[in-house]
C-alpha cells in the first residue's frame, strides 16, 4: 500500500465518522492480558462507545490469543446482549482476526442480518480509537488492584473490576480525544512515513 493509498483511507475514514451521531458509533479491538503470578495469557475483546441506554463499555475474555471465531462469538454476545442494535456503526482494524477466515463474511453479515455498518480503521492508526486508551488507562489501574496468587483467573477479576468503573463521560472523552486526533495532520502515520523519508535522504 502507497502512502497515497493511506491517506486516502485517512480521508475516507475522517468523512464517514463526521456525518454519523456519534451515540451510534462502537469501536471494537481486542488487547492481550498475562496473569503475573501463574503467566497465563487470556485476551479481550472491548466495544466501548456512548449508547444512551446501555453501559459504554461490553467486553469478555477468553484464554489464550484469540482467533477469528472467539472474535466473533464476542460481538455475537455483543448483539446478544443488545449492545449493538439496529442501525449502529461497527468500528474496527483490518485484522486477519477480523476480517479472516470464518469473519470474511462478518461484514456483509452484520448488514444484512442486523442493518450495522462497519466503518474500518486506516493502518497503522491504534490511537484513533478509543478502545487504546480504555485498555491502556485500565493496565495501569490494575496495578492498583491486590490480586489473590491463588484465585483462578485473578487477573480478569481484576481487569473487570477496573474496566466496570468507566463511565459513559470518561469514554466520551476519550471518543472525543480520538476524533481530534485523527483530524489532525500531524497525527496522519504517512505524515510520519514522510518525516522518515526526508530525514533519511537528508543523513
Not at 473490576?161 to 485523527?182: N, Y
Request: proline share 6%; charged share 20%; net charge positive.
Amino acid at each position: 500500500m502507497t502512502i497515497l493509498d493511506d491517506v486516502a483511507d485517512q480521508l475516507e475514514y475522517i468523512n464517514n465518522l463526521s456525518q454519523l451521531d456519534p451515540s451510534r458509533v462502537k469501536f471494537v479491538g481486542d488487547k492481550k492480558l498475562k496473569c503475573q503470578f501463574s503467566g497465563n495469557q487470556y485476551y479481550a475483546t472491548l466495544v466501548c462507545g456512548i449508547p444512551p441506554r446501555s453501559s459504554p463499555l461490553h467486553y469478555g475474555f477468553g484464554p489464550g490469543n484469540i482467533d477469528a471465531t472467539g472474535f466473533s462469538l464476542d460481538v455475537e454476545q455483543a448483539l446478544a446482549s443488545g449492545w449493538l442494535r439496529k442501525r449502529d456503526v461497527l468500528v474496527m482494524n483490518k485484522s486477519k482476526i477480523h476480517t479472516g477466515g470464518e469473519n470474511t463474511v462478518l461484514e456483509d453479515w452484520l448488514w444484512s442480518r442486523h442493518h450495522i455498518f462497519v466503518v474500518y480503521l486506516p493502518p497503522n492508526t491504534p490511537k484513533w480509537t478509543p478502545v487504546t486508551a480504555v485498555w491502556k488507562e485500565a493496565t495501569r489501574e490494575m496495578k492498583n488492584i491486590s490480586q489473590n496468587p491463588y484465585q483462578r483467573h485473578s487477573v480478569v477479576r481484576a481487569a473487570e473490576t477496573v474496566l466496570d468503573t468507566f463511565t459513559s463521560t470518561v469514554i466520551a472523552g476519550k471518543s472525543v480525544a480520538c476524533r481530534q486526533f485523527a483530524s489532525s495532520p500531524s497525527s496522519s502515520p504517512s505524515s510520519s512515513k514522510n518525516s522518515r523519508v526526508k530525514r533519511g535522504s537528508a543523513a
